[in-house]
């Protein structure tokens, strides 16, 4: 079982949705520094993804920050630097492609789309 949450997503590089998800999971404290990280053969057939797809995730993760190698463990998060808000604000955009996507099926704009969020940010203040 992956200690992620990650629904993959036609359309979008699976490398790409798996670093945001493990990215995400760090920033929120979903993933903690000091707890285990799949091997690359176990990422791979926990996601159906090709093994070489898996390493390159891990590779980029570990040259970030995220994962550290610790001998006769494995892997390992890594707590990095936080990223700056432009980094931060990447994370959000599967959940702003979807919401888009759902607003078109609705036949709404993104001044709709505004409108929602900031009743729904009234509610949850």
């Known amino acids: 079982m992956l200690p992620f949450s990650l629904q993959l997503k036609d359309g979008f590089p699976v490398s790409e949705q798996i670093l945001s998800a493990v990215r995400k999971a760090v920033l929120t404290g979903q993933l903690k520094e000091g707890d285990l990280f799949p ?18 995730v891990v590779s980029q993760l570990k040259s970030a920050g995220y994962l550290v190698a610790r001998p006769g463990i494995g892997m390992v998060v890594g707590v990095p630097d936080l990223p700056n808000k432009s980094e931060r604000i990447n994370l959000l955009s599967p959940a702003c492609q979807d919401l888009l996507a759902q607003a078109q099926e609705l036949g709404l704009d993104l001044d709709d789309v505004l409108t929602a969020l900031r009743n729904n940010h009234r509610k949850s203040s």
């Open 39 to 56: 091997s690359v053969r176990s990422l791979s057939q926990e996601l159906t993804i090709s093994p070489t797809t898996a390493h390159k």
